[in-house]
């Protein structure tokens, strides 16, 4: 397997990186911050005003290393992309699949969002108390897939997304301990802007780790823009959004709950806006991505490959299987549903 | 002009090692470094940066590129010592391990020896292979018998490569050894268990509810 690297976030304002021959420095008002090895880092983030030489962006080109820049509260802005990488009979197969027949690999995923979603629920039962409830919506995610096996049709496998994603936001604020305090009601899902605290942490780390899995695809050779489930839309990564759905629940929204429920994260970590936007905070935004890349290190046994990988290339796993599923040597895409 | 495709020598030996690594080499574009593909780069830049010279009325030429679009090849020989008088042409291959028991190294020789009679209209009929682990340089005939494997391959070659498909892999002692392994996961397509593995995944929601 590929090796798994440190991801630095860069979040201060006003860093300079470069490269002073094999390494990174981290220059911040004109004074060394750091310096490291470059070969020992996968993935570069910059957050806000982060300036990176032509050398260092060229180097990152080079050796595969992910560029991405995003605003200071964390919206995507752009990637630097080295050399197009070749396999272009695989993007034909994956074009022509997303065409012809979307609804298999679509089903599989939906399949694994909906199961994992459950997981979370079903987790929450073990640990904390008995909850009607979050019992009533795991009987009603149950039933979605049952229907979700037989769905032929790319409209109908999207209505059982719908559906089985409302039952489960239906109760998610139910998975919020009580002792958290006020601050973390969760009411519906919102987004462009996030209009709470829980569905601003939500969409901060649904868009961090879309973005892995978009390099991920990509260095494997896949179109991160051409997907099967997410239609066609120009400056949407809709294949690394249907990935996405596989990693929602297990990856972030667990996160996001351990972040609130074991009060990492506070209610004065949050900006609300006029608009009643609500962003993070500069310090806890670095306090979200140190627990995202602690997470990245732990390994899990691979469900479909049985082997041990850090959770940090699981998205470079899945990409891995789906280029395989779709040159032919897959009859099925195996989605990621951790047992 | 027509569009032929040339096929790249390096992919004749890449095929007689596996036909699912070159399909992936050089259909897929995939590549991926392990320590005897950086061993054995490095040893070929030593030898492709040499600069012609001549000595005892031989020329030696490194890094000479050849085209043949006869044989449908294209690629480049590690060195070409030319008779200066005649103009005789005996290629030199270079290996970073040891002589082998197939023939693979063999055929990689005979169909450089086959562009440079292509390209020049003349006969070369020997060859010679240095193996660094040896430190031995071996000559090597170029018989009817290792031409006609050689065509053999170069056919096979091209029917591969020009199908678009990358055979399913066939898990063997070899592939610890190759620099793809991770990306052609040769366990994971030679037995395909993907279909059982998606069936599961409803399986399990079954098995929940009548445990309850």
Same mark, same amino acid.
């Given at each position: 397997m590929k090796k798994l690297q440190n991801s630095l976030y860069i979040t201060r304002q006003g860093a300079y990186l470069h490269k002073e021959r094999e390494t990174l420095v981290i220059e911040v008002e004109k004074e060394k911050a750091m310096q490291v090895p470059i070969h020992a880092i996968q993935a570069i983030y910059c957050f806000g005003n982060v300036m990176v030489s032509p050398f260092l962006m060229g180097f990152c080109g080079e050796n595969g290393v992910h560029l991405a820049f995003f605003t200071e509260y964390g919206r995507f802005l752009g990637r630097l992309q080295g050399k197009q990488t070749g396999n272009v009979l695989l993007r034909q197969a994956q074009y022509k699949t997303a065409e012809l027949k979307p609804e298999l690999i679509s089903r599989n995923i939906i399949a694994a969002k909906l199961t994992n979603s459950r997981s979370v629920l079903y987790r929450h039962l073990r640990n904390y108390a008995e909850n009607k409830s979050v019992n009533q919506a795991i009987i009603q995610i149950n039933s979605a897939l049952g229907r979700l096996q037989k769905a032929i049709q790319l409209d109908s496998i999207r209505g059982i997304e719908g559906e089985a994603a409302a039952f489960y936001f239906g109760v998610f604020d139910e998975l919020i301990l009580p002792s958290v305090g006020e601050g973390f009601e969760f009411n519906t899902r919102s987004r462009r802007p996030p209009l709470d605290r829980v569905n601003a942490l939500l969409s901060f780390l649904y868009s961090v780790v879309g973005n892995d899995i978009s390099a991920a695809l990509q260095g494997v050779?896949?179109?991160? +823009?051409?997907?099967f489930l997410h239609q066609t839309r120009p400056g949407r990564d809709s294949l690394a959004q249907d990935i996405l759905e596989e990693f929602r629940a297990w990856l972030v929204d667990r996160l996001v709950l351990s972040l609130i429920n074991r009060k +990492?994260?506070?209610?004065?970590d949050f900006v609300i806006e006029a608009s009643g936007a609500v962003k993070l905070k500069d310090d806890a935004r670095k306090t979200v991505l140190v627990a995202l890349q602690n997470r990245k290190q732990e390994t899990v046994k691979h469900p479909f490959l049985n082997e041990d990988v850090p959770i940090g290339l699981l998205p470079h796993v899945q990409a891995l299987l789906l280029a395989r599923h779709l040159r032919g040597d897959l009859a099925e895409y195996p989605p990621f549903v951790p047992r | 002009m027509p569009d032929t495709r040339l096929i790249p020598l390096s992919a004749l030996q890449h095929y007689a090692f596996c036909p699912r690594q070159c399909a992936l080499i050089h259909n897929e574009q995939a590549w991926s470094e392990n320590w005897l593909t950086a061993q054995g780069q490095q040893l070929h830049q030593r030898v492709d940066y040499g600069l012609p010279e001549s000595r005892k009325g031989i020329r030696y030429e490194r890094g000479v590129e050849v085209s043949a679009p006869t044989l449908g090849l294209t690629g480049k020989l590690d060195l070409v010592e030319v008779?200066? /008088? /005649?103009?005789a042409c005996f290629p030199v291959e270079y290996k970073r391990g040891k002589p082998k028991q197939d023939h693979i190294d063999l055929i990689q020789l005979c169909a450089q020896a086959l562009c440079l009679e292509e390209m020049l209209g003349l006969d070369v009929p020997h060859g010679a292979i240095w193996y660094w682990q040896t430190h031995h340089r071996h000559q090597v005939e170029l018989t009817p018998e290792l031409r006609q494997e050689t065509f053999n391959i170069i056919n096979s070659t091209r029917e591969l490569l020009n199908s678009s498909q990358t055979p399913k892999a066939k898990y063997e002692k070899k592939c610890q050894a190759c620099s793809l392994y991770d990306l052609c996961n040769p366990k994971l397509t030679f037995r395909d268990a993907s279909r059982a593995y998606v069936k599961a995944i409803y399986q399990e929601n079954t098995d929940e509810e009548t445990a309850k």
């Open positions: 050779g896949l179109d991160p +823009q051409m997907g +990492q994260i506070k209610a004065n | 008779e200066i /008088t /005649t103009g």
